[in-house]
């Protein structure tokens, strides 16, 4: 397997909730609640957050790539 450069960007496919994957067990989530931006971030220290970790990083089912700017350009908003 080979090694993975962090961070990985991630986007969910309605664009709703975007990821910024900065290790195997961290990653920051930027969700829209109405016109709010909300920014989380999460530590996994239970399985379910491990999983949901190695789904945006290996399953293009639940998620697409995003990138550094695409993520940023919400922290802005």
């Known amino acids: 397997m080979s090694q993975i450069t962090f961070p ?9 909730n975007f990821f910024k994957i900065i290790s195997q067990d961290e990653f920051e989530e930027i969700s829209f609640i109405g016109s709010k931006v909300i920014v ?31 993520y940023e350009s919400y922290l802005n908003k």
Request: glycine residues 0%.
């Open 8 to 16: 990985i960007y991630r986007k969910y496919k309605n664009n709703k």
């Open 40 to 70: 989380t971030k999460h530590l996994a220290k239970i399985l379910p957050d491990r999983n949901l970790i190695a789904d945006l990083l290996h399953d293009s089912n639940i998620a697409d790539q995003s990138t550094k700017e695409e």
